[in-house]
């Protein structure tokens, strides 16, 4: 079984859609093995954006990322990091089909509802910074 990262984004939670996006991953047969709800620090962002950290634009991200608590779960399944992607559509939201998560529910690349692993290293690594073991029930 593979484990993927969801941060359900700021407009996810400012849209109330929490819940409209959880019963998605839930109705395609994901069990949700961690669930929390955070603020996020300036130097946790600075980690987790650590590949666009030092382009003109992160601190639009950080700001975003940071203006209102989040939901960070861990979802477990088979093919999960693929199959989640498929689910939510590309980066850009308004470049994504009606039917998947940002085309029904995001506005545009940054505010695009939730963000997903893009692969297992990056899965592991991401589920090691925001939780600990004891905070995992699989």
């Known amino acids: 079984m593979e484990r993927s990262l969801i941060i359900l984004k700021p407009d996810c939670m400012e849209k109330r859609q929490a819940g ?31 590949h ?9 991200i950080e700001t975003f990322m940071a203006s209102r608590p989040v939901i960070a779960m861990i979802l477990r399944g088979d093919s999960v990091i693929e199959k989640v992607r498929e689910i939510l559509g590309p980066t850009d939201s308004r470049e994504a089909d009606p039917g998947t998560i940002r085309g029904d529910l995001g506005t545009d690349k940054m ?24 905070e995992i029930f699989d």
């Open 20 to 50: 409209t996006v959880i019963k998605r991953f839930e109705n395609a047969g994901f069990q949700i093995v961690a669930c929390k709800m955070l603020s996020l620090a300036p130097r946790v962002l600075k980690e987790h954006y650590a």
């Open 52 to 60: 666009v950290a030092d382009k003109p634009f992160y601190p639009e």
């Open 111 to 134: 505010r695009n509802m939730v963000h997903a692993s893009d692969g297992p290293e990056t899965a592991a690594s991401e589920i090691e910074r925001f939780f600990s073991p004891d």
